[in-house]
Each structure stands twice: as C-alpha cells, then as structure tokens.
C-alpha cells in the first residue's frame, strides 16, 4: 500500500467528495458532475489521481465507462495507513540519530566537554552522554561528583545544576544520583 499516495489523493476535498460518492455508489462522470456540482472535465482530472492511487477503478458499460471505490481501500483505518508508511520513519530515525552523533562530537574533544549547547535538544543530548560517566546504581557525594565531572569540563558545578534541572540527576539525603 502507498500510504503517502493515497494520503495525497485524498487531501483535496473534490477528490474526497469524489471518494465519499463512490463509497455510497458507483457513478458515471456526468452523475458525479451533477451532484458535486463540479465540471465533467474536474471530475475526470479527480478521478485519474484517484485511480493512480488505487483507491478508485472503473469498468465499461456500453458507451459509458462506471467508477466504484475498491472494496479492499473502503475498510483500512486511518491507524493502518499511517502505520503503513512505518518504513519511512525507520529511516527517519537512522537519519536523527547520525545527526545526534555529529551534534555530539562536535561538542566533546578527547572525550571533554568543550562548551554546553544553548539549544534545548542539543543540551539534553550532550548532558544525556555526560550522565552515561555516572553508574546508575551509585550515589555520589558532592565532591565526588564535582572530581568525576572535572575531568570532562572545566566548571563541574555548572554541570551538575544543568544535569539536575534536566533530571539526569537528583540529590537524597546529601548525595547525588544518576536518574
């Protein structure tokens, strides 16, 4: 199934006239000109996206030639032809996450931190890899913390105020914790 065909096909309100007639009947040209008030040559232009994209066929009838909606298109959800163009989103993700390692090593150097991004998603990136440093089943005494952090940027304190309002960390009992 082409989802995004079919989206597209779909997203003129002729067309989903057009479609939401052929659900209810089959119809020439001229009865769905006449009813949707639309020029015999709009219809046809219509038509021809909406077979391209499967979800209308024809069959001939004499002189005529008769539209329907394809039984098999009537009955898929919306959930199923959004989920059909999973694919696409597979390679999205790829995309986002070579993006993501490009934004990070440009922000560490020799595996110190040379600045904090300003932008919100680059931040929570770059504090998200500085957190993966801190055990997660291990509570840190401030000093501790702060030694650990300064052996990957210069103002651990800072470090540790951004981690925390991100909620990568969180302090109990006087001792720090990755989340």
């Known amino acids: 199934m082409q989802s995004l065909t079919i989206l597209k096909a779909l997203s003129d309100e002729s067309r989903l006239n057009i479609f939401r007639l052929l659900l209810e009947r089959d119809a020439y040209i001229e009865v769905i000109s006449?009813?949707?008030?639309?020029?015999?040559?709009?219809?046809?232009?219509?038509?021809?996206?909406?077979?391209?994209?499967?979800?209308?066929?024809?069959?001939?009838?004499?002189?005529y030639t008769i539209y329907f909606a394809v039984p098999d298109f009537a009955e898929v959800s919306l959930k199923n032809l959004v989920l059909g163009a999973g694919v696409k989103l597979k390679?999205?993700?790829?995309?986002?996450?070579?993006?993501?390692?490009?934004?990070?090593?440009?922000?560490?150097?020799?595996?110190?931190?040379?600045k904090i991004p300003s932008q919100k998603m680059k931040r929570e990136w770059v504090l998200a890899r500085v957190s993966e440093n801190l055990a997660s089943n291990k509570t840190y005494s401030l000093a501790d913390l702060k030694s650990l952090l300064n052996e990957i940027y210069p103002d651990p304190g800072l470090l540790i105020t951004?981690?925390?309002?991100?909620?990568?960390?969180e302090l109990q009992n006087n001792k720090y914790k990755r989340t």
């Open 91 to 114: 390679e999205q993700d790829k995309v986002e996450e070579q993006y993501k390692e490009k934004v990070l090593k440009s922000f560490f150097k020799y595996g110190k931190l040379t």
């Open 34 to 63: 006449e009813r949707l008030k639309l020029a015999p040559s709009t219809v046809s232009f219509h038509l021809k996206k909406l077979v391209e994209a499967g979800l209308v066929s024809s069959k001939k009838d004499q002189y």
């Open 162 to 169: 951004e981690m925390s309002a991100a909620g990568l960390i």
